[in-house]
DNA sequence: ACCGCTCACGTTAGCGCTAACGTGCCGCTC
DNA sequence: GAGCGGCACGTTAGCGCTAACGTGAGCGGT
């Protein structure tokens, strides 16, 4: 900086400006800085400037798999919000691992982003209280919750599964069952679970409450046709299956027919999220559609206008969710 | 980090060295350090540990986009090797638009980086000199050249294509069309192309060359319908279909049925990738499987080495690939 | 007893920026 | 024409670490 400071004739103070706050000099000095710059191949420093700014412009987004298009679908709203501001991401992903939240929270601590992303709103208590004493603005996606950490652009996943249990219901449905991999690591499946459970509960009192969990498998599509397989054959009664993600649901509606079993006729199933491919299969899938570009884009709103200490009217807003009714349910 | 070493009775150097190279100090020392960050609640400032000793400790990565799992799970395995060793990742994406590699390492240059990743060996010129003047590592990925920047973990995306056309020839197909949508910013998918072209002119060289491109598409699933239908209505002659990519594959395969066409029987439709879904279709479809996860391991293996300071033996890296033959081809 | 070496830790300076305040000039008011 | 305020830019100091070098204790060899 000193060598465009130099070259241009300014100060360094100067040439900082020129740089990150234009407005703030002449448009003659702009521009012979500028061409300051071009000449020395001057590249700045944003770690120096961090340090003595006490501003990053990073943000640290914590996902449970980025191997995932729900949540890279995210990130890259977010981060596509973000970056013409001048924010950089830093992402991080639990792998669906109890704890691994905290332990990356930790780390990322230490490089002091000015803004948090996280998915859900359950957290260990240690995570909670390192987010409250980094005092930074933390937005919540993917859920819901009356009492977020701090801001929360999410839907509700107890609602989103009680709503396709009405749907069912309404369709003539008596005997569901809800198929899935719940473990603590993965909150929103137990939510999806839970929605489903208090469901039936009011709106079939009859009926037992209908669960397959194989919380030691992973999520991708061959687990969705073990799950196929073993519901049906501990509840061969039932008329509708319920998946709390469309990895599961489209690889039951791709496996069925090789089962024997006809969708809807014999069977109807839903899913969760409305990825690409849940309207590309026969028949298509009914699931849950949720504006992932909205919560990504205002989540990040919300962090831009708290990161610039500007006021934020509403801190939690619902994204909402919408069933999407295709012929497998 | 002065209330820490002064709590701990030591130096601020000494506290230093206890967390960034505890061999360096006594454990009796190391404890009392320790005990002390436990209990002042000390998080260090990883921006001045960088201004200070010209390390980031991060690496940058560029793709063309996080929403799609090829790339994501590169960057996964990426991460996964990268985080236990104290670096974090800066992802970017170029969302295959043209230039925006430069602009992204204009930016990422910033913040100085260890390392980059990057997808694909072709630049813009200036990203070639920004990345040399820059002087770190380089690892590029999911690509081959003779003269790479600097690391390359890859394969050569043209002779992956060109052996599924010999694949598809060795089954007795003669009239074969390529359908893609080819521009610019994904590179890889013109290397697939060329390898189809070469291929085809090598092996079958009273044939035409069938191509069908629909350059303002997006990979997404409809394109994949669109080009099965386009490709038809121009070649209705062909027996096998190639995609550059299982997105626009496995679309076909599950539109097929619905528009009367039998595959394998009537035609032959191969992709690019061996996605999840791939292996749950039906048929199941023949396609070019990668071993993501040992690219971005090797990739992340090279980029330490050389970060270190290390001997890096190969800096090139060919992990291959697979004709995964199902049934659709 | 002296030397030289190693080890653990301390001291000094500085990484490359920007916050905060200072300065000088210009134009306006009364 | 004195006074005042705003603007553009400069000066000073310091953000929180670590590289490089310094120091002193302990130990073995001669």
């Known amino acids: 900086m000193a060598d465009v400071s130099a070259e241009a004739g300014v100060s360094a103070q100067t040439v900082s400006r020129a740089l990150s706050q234009p407005d703030l000099v002449t448009p003659e000095t702009r ?3 500028e061409q300051a710059v071009r000449k020395t191949g001057y590249v700045r420093n944003l770690a120096a400037s961090h340090l003595a700014s006490n501003r990053s412009h990073t943000v640290a987004a914590i996902v449970p798999t980025i191997a995932s298009s729900v949540f890279s679908d995210t990130l890259r709203a977010v981060g596509d919000r973000l970056a013409p501001e001048g924010y950089q991401m830093f992402v991080g992903n639990t792998d669906y691992r109890e704890g691994r939240e905290e332990e990356l929270v930790g780390h990322f601590i230490q490089r002091r982003p000015d803004g948090f992303v996280m998915v859900g709103t359950s957290h260990t208590r240690e995570t909670r209280r390192l987010l409250e004493a980094y005092g930074r603005p933390v937005v919540e996606t993917w859920d819901w919750d009356d009492a977020p950490t701090d801001l929360l652009v999410g839907f509700s996943n107890r609602r989103a599964l009680a709503s396709m249990v009405e749907h069912l219901v309404a369709r003539g449905h008596r005997r569901l069952a809800f ?58 009664e039932i008329t509708a299956l319920v998946f709390p993600t469309d990895v599961f649901a489209t690889a039951a509606l791709l496996a069925a027919p090789g089962l024997g079993i006809d969708v809807p006729g014999r069977l109807a199933i839903t899913g969760f999220g409305d990825f690409d491919l849940a309207s590309h299969v026969h028949p298509g899938l009914t699931t849950v559609a949720i504006d992932v570009d909205r919560m990504g884009t205002t989540a990040a709103d919300l962090l831009l206008a708290r990161m610039r200490e500007q006021q934020v009217g509403e801190t939690a807003v619902d994204v909402g969710y919408r069933i999407e009714v295709r012929d497998s349910a």
Do not use: K
């Open 179 to 236: 198929a899935g991999v719940l473990r603590p690591g993965d909150e929103r499946a137990i939510r999806r679970f839970e929605g489903f459970r208090d469901a039936v509960a009011d709106l079939l009192p009859d009926e037992p409450l209908r669960v397959v969990d194989l919380p030691d498998l992973p999520v991708a599509m061959d687990t969705g046709v073990e799950l196929l397989r073993a519901t049906l054959q501990r509840y061969p």
């Open 31 to 33: 521009a012979r800085v």
